[in-house]
């Protein structure tokens, strides 16, 4: 043979790495299949609900992304490489804006928390400057002539480091603007760091109308300790919202620094005070949310002019509701048969329904709990299970659509 | 073509001994570090258990039941690749290097063969290319061996047995077997085509200093940042401008295209340097 | 027919050739004469393409190179052009995979009358072996115009006699040579025409038969005239 080189080498080529892909693409991988089971309840209220999360084998040390639909569980690596590609890691209030206003969407930050919605209008409002602390530009999609309008709004001589857009809101005539902004500060002493502030700004001439400054955080590092802020308002929701919600952590150091311990070990949040600000009367409340009842993360959610906390009990676990506008406080105890994992726990609100996935740290269970927003009722409970026994495997669900 | 194809045999024949060896030392090491690796944990697992202090149980729960994937993180397996991409990266310079320096004078014959003398080029571009990948191809000629010997050797009740393609898209030597062999096709045609641009790249650069030399080698660099500049140039601007402007399939066509024309801007200079500006 | 017209060269801010002028026929052996670092090489190399000029050209047949001319010019450089781990065996099946004009026979002839075997390895040979092995890689192809460096320096005076006779056998008859030396003893008596070279110019281009014939000099002679001005 006179090339036997480039010959014995081309057929170990193909028969290694050709026979592999072909492989690939012809046999799927035998991952397990997860599927929703009904333990008791509505089984049509989970009707078309999907999963996302991730699958993590901690045995063979790998993990994946994970989508779980009634029909079928489609893992990343079964997935086409442009399906993965255009559907990325965002969220999917991102996605579908991006879907259906393709071109106003093009170029934005994919940060849903700088998007305002409406009937008639998206509303875009983020930072420019170098330190993102100049101003604001604004940009509006009028849905039905399909056209945006764009400007820009220069915040005067400030004292401002650098500024977050955590909110935007709109009514007729003004765009709010709500924003963390840290504020340059002498380290000599303590003083103001950061502060939550709405700008106020007219559509109709493009003029910041007011700046108002709702809260500062005024951090004094010197008793051991410090305090945070920490937006709780729901980020991915871009519709109107009446009030905006944060919280104030106070952090104590407990015991001495150890550099093997966890950070929470070290710190601890020893209580937190919470806040809403009303955009259209301009008014800041704290909330009178007793601090013993809530979960060591102390997560809360915020859904049309009410604040929820879950809570584990004895029994299942209470859903405590805090109703902004008259400070009504109820806790609904919700029974049930199913565990509550320490694992990811969160609620999506769909259709006068809220949706709480619970995974678990343990294994590759999870269980979904399905209430009734206006009465904190158990509509429906299930169980993920898996096709077959698995063995030191985490499934964390992080996302729920409906198709 | 035909002499394309001779080319290549002949620049697989002058690195052939020493590929060889890379393949034998990958093939041995590997083999040995199954066995090593596979021992060592039924020496723990008998230790541990044999002397009543654990039972399987908690064996496991302690020390994990043994899985390819963890093998494949051992200094069996990546030192052999290493050293391998080492000499292939190496080699990319002294395949044209080795032409031109020693006693013998090579590249008088290689310049006045009667054939284009951009097949120069493009079969040692294509031998490097070949030998990269027949490694690859043996390492998962290997994969199923060695699951042989690792179910050989531990009791199924200690192990965790994982499929190739499992071992591939896990964290195997420190996920580098995940960019060689990804899992999806369109992603190894990626991965590789940017591998053959930089090969290209890397080869114009090495023209230069060899047509210009000084001189050249300041060429050959700014050719180099000039490459990466217009492949990354979506990027940069986005940089810029903060935000991506591109949707992520937007991007991919671009950069596909930015590929082809930097892989094909590099040939074209090196055909015009190897034709009038290269000197023995 | 070769034609070099004006070609210039630089290495760096040194201006090898100066603009050097001369043709070299079929059929004609064509010395190149010059002491070291006169531009005797980089004239061949650049005739063969194999380094850049500034100016001027050259034309065979009156053609510009290309690769179809590697079958019809060679070019014996003063180092073997093969690799030193190859067998001349090797050596030989490479050429005859290139070349269409390589001519089996003629190698093979050239093998014997040298008394090379096709299994000794270019590394493990004599200086003059080797230089007669690359001898041979250009002997064997059956072109019109073969250009040799310096075929002769520091080999042993047998390989020379060997490589010599080569010069007046049916081997050379009919071609184009154009030889470069800085020594002309050994072949002298050869020569239908010298190029008489010095820092990049040609100083004197003459037939060698005319200036016997005319003048009755010899090379020698003229050289002595020319260089010792």
Same mark, same amino acid.
């Given at each position: 043979m006179r090339y036997w080189k480039v010959i014995v080498l081309a057929a170990i080529v193909i028969l290694g790495i050709g026979t592999y892909y072909i492989q690939n693409a012809f046999a799927s991988p035998d991952y397990p299949e997860f599927h929703l089971e009904k333990v008791s309840g509505d089984e049509g209220v989970v009707d078309g609900l999907i999963f996302m999360g991730s699958y993590i084998d901690n045995y063979k040390e790998f993990g994946e992304d994970v989508r779980i639909t009634p029909e079928d569980t489609i893992y990343q690596s079964e997935r086409s490489y442009f399906d993965n590609m255009t559907?990325?890691?965002?969220?999917?209030?991102?996605?579908?804006?991006?879907?259906?206003?393709?071109?106003?969407?093009?170029?934005? +930050?994919?940060?849903?928390?700088?998007?305002?919605?409406?009937?008639?209008?998206?509303?875009?409002?983020? !930072?420019?400057?170098?330190?993102?602390?100049?101003?604001?530009? =604004?940009?509006m999609l009028d849905k039905e002539t399909n056209e945006t309008t764009d400007f820009q709004v220069e915040i005067p001589e400030n004292n401002i480091n650098y500024l977050n857009v955590v909110d935007v809101q709109a009514d007729e005539k003004d765009v709010f603007i709500t924003t963390?902004?840290?504020?340059?500060?002498?380290?000599?002493?303590?003083?103001?760091?950061? #502060?939550?502030?709405?700008?106020? =700004?007219?559509?109709?001439?493009?003029?910041?109308?007011?700046?108002?400054? =709702?809260?500062?955080?005024? !951090?004094?590092?010197?008793?051991? #300790?410090?305090?945070?802020?920490?937006?709780? +308002? +729901?980020? !991915? &929701?871009?519709? $109107?919202?009446?009030?905006?919600?944060?919280?104030?952590?106070?952090?104590?150091?407990?015991?001495?620094?150890?550099?093997?311990?966890?950070?929470?070990?070290?710190?601890?949040?020893?209580s937190s005070d919470f806040f809403a600000y009303h955009f259209g009367t301009?008014?800041? $409340?704290?909330?009178? =949310?007793? &601090?013993?009842?809530?979960?060591? &993360?102390?997560?809360?959610?915020?859904?049309?002019?009410?604040?929820? @906390?879950? +809570?584990?009990?004895?029994?299942? @676990?209470?859903?405590i509701r805090y109703q902004m506008d008259n400070g009504e406080l109820n806790t609904t105890e919700v029974p049930t048969t199913l565990d509550l994992y320490d694992g990811n726990i969160f609620i999506v609100f769909h259709d006068g329904k809220m949706y709480i996935p619970n995974s678990s740290l343990e294994g590759s269970t999870a269980n979904l709990f399905v209430l009734d927003e206006k009465t904190g009722k158990l509509v429906y409970e299930g169980k993920m299970s898996a096709d077959r026994e698995l063995e030191n495997v985490f499934l964390d669900l992080n996302e729920l659509a409906f198709e | 073509?035909?002499?394309?194809?001779?080319?290549?045999?002949?620049? %697989?024949?002058?690195?052939?001994?020493?590929? %060889?060896? %890379?393949?034998?030392?990958?093939?041995i090491s590997q083999i040995v570090g199954v066995i090593v690796e596979s021992n060592q944990f039924m020496n723990l697992a008998n230790g541990e258990m044999l002397d009543g202090s654990m039972n399987l149980a908690q064996f496991l729960e302690t020390y994990w039941p043994l899985t390819m994937s963890r093998i494949l993180f051992s200094r069996w397996f990546i030192l052999p690749v290493g050293l391998s991409a080492a000499a292939l990266i190496f080699y990319c310079f002294f395949i044209w290097y080795r032409d031109w320096f020693g006693k013998n004078t090579f590249i008088y014959r290689l310049l006045m063969l009667p054939t284009a003398r951009i097949n120069i080029l493009l079969a040692k571009a294509s031998a490097i290319f070949l030998m990269v990948l027949g490694l690859v191809s043996i390492q998962l000629i290997l994969l199923p061996i060695e699951n042989i010997i690792f179910q050989t050797i531990v009791p199924f009740d200690l192990r965790v047995d994982m499929t190739i393609r499992e071992i591939v898209n896990g964290s195997g030597y420190y996920g580098y077997l995940q960019i060689l062999l990804p899992t999806s096709i369109v992603q190894f045609f990626i991965n590789y085509g940017i591998g053959f641009m930089t090969v290209f790249t890397l080869f114009t650069a090495i023209l230069f200093e060899r047509s210009y030399r000084i001189k050249g080698i300041i060429f050959g660099v700014a050719y180099c940042i000039f490459a990466l500049v217009i492949f990354l140039s979506p990027f940069i601007i986005e940089v810029f401008s903060e935000f991506g402007y591109f949707y992520p399939e937007e991007l991919f066509i671009i950069e596909v295209i930015l590929g082809i024309i930097v892989t094909g801007i590099s040939i074209w200079v090196s055909h015009y340097l190897l034709n009038r500006k290269v000197t023995v | 027919?070769?034609?070099?017209?004006?070609?210039?060269?630089?290495?760096?801010?040194?201006?090898?050739?100066? /603009?050097?002028?001369?043709?070299?026929?079929? /059929?004609?052996?064509?010395?190149?004469?010059?002491?070291? /670092?006169?531009?005797?090489?980089?004239?061949?190399?650049?005739?063969?393409?194999l380094t850049p000029i500034k100016g /001027?050209?050259?034309?065979?047949?009156?053609?510009?190179?290309?690769?179809?001319?590697?079958?019809?010019?060679?070019?014996?450089?003063?180092?073997?052009?093969?690799?030193?781990?190859?067998?001349?065996?090797?050596?030989?099946?490479?050429?005859?995979?290139?070349?269409?004009s390589w001519n089996e026979e003629r190698a093979k002839e050239l093998l014997s009358f040298f008394r090379l075997k096709e299994e000794e390895k270019i590394s493990s040979l004599s200086k003059g072996n080797t230089a007669k092995v690359n001898l041979l890689l250009g002997l064997g192809l059956d072109v019109d115009y073969l250009l040799m460096d310096e075929p002769f320096s520091g080999i042993d005076i047998f390989s020379r006699e060997q490589i010599a006779e080569v010069f007046t056998s049916h081997l050379v008859e009919d071609r184009g040579v154009i030889i470069t030396t800085h020594e002309i003893n050994d072949i002298e008596h050869l020569i239908d025409r010298a190029v008489l070279l010095d820092d990049g110019i040609v100083l004197r281009d003459f037939r060698t038969e005319e200036v016997r014939e005319l003048e009755g000099k010899s090379v020698v002679d003229v050289m002595r005239e020319v260089y010792q001005k």
């Open positions: 559907e990325g890691f965002q969220d999917s209030t991102i996605k579908r804006l991006q879907s259906d206003y393709r071109k106003f969407m093009r170029g934005k +930050n994919e940060s849903s928390s700088s998007f305002f919605e409406d009937d008639k209008r998206l509303i875009y409002a983020d !930072t420019f400057g170098k330190e993102s602390d100049e101003g604001f530009k =604004i940009e963390r902004n840290f504020y340059t500060h002498d380290p000599n002493k303590p003083e103001t760091e950061e #502060g939550y502030h709405v700008y106020r =700004i007219n559509i109709e001439n493009g003029s910041l109308i007011d700046d108002e400054v =709702i809260f500062e955080n005024k !951090t004094d590092h010197s008793d051991k #300790g410090w305090t945070e802020l920490v937006e709780v +308002n +729901n980020d !991915t &929701d871009i519709g $109107k919202e009446d009030y905006f919600v944060f919280r104030l952590d106070h952090i104590k150091e407990v015991g001495e620094y150890d550099e093997y311990d966890d950070y929470e070990t070290y710190y601890k949040t020893e301009n008014e800041l $409340k704290e909330l009178k =949310i007793p &601090d013993e009842g809530l979960g060591a &993360d102390k997560t809360a959610y915020v859904h049309e002019g009410a604040v929820y @906390f879950l +809570n584990k009990t004895k029994s299942g @676990f209470e859903l | 073509m035909k002499n394309y194809v001779k080319l290549v045999d002949f620049e %697989l024949k002058r690195f052939m001994k020493i590929y %060889l060896a %890379l393949i034998g030392i990958v093939i | 027919m070769i034609e070099v017209k004006d070609i210039k060269k630089n290495f760096g801010l040194k201006k090898v050739l100066k /603009g050097v002028s001369f043709t070299a026929n079929k /059929g004609e052996i064509t010395c190149l004469i010059g002491i070291n /670092g006169a531009g005797k090489t980089t004239i061949m190399n650049a005739i063969m393409n /001027g050209e050259i034309l065979i047949d009156g053609e510009r190179l290309t690769k179809e001319s590697y079958e019809k010019i060679t070019f014996i450089p003063d180092a073997i052009t093969m690799l030193p781990q190859m067998k001349i065996g090797e050596a030989l099946q490479f050429m005859k995979d290139f070349y269409k």
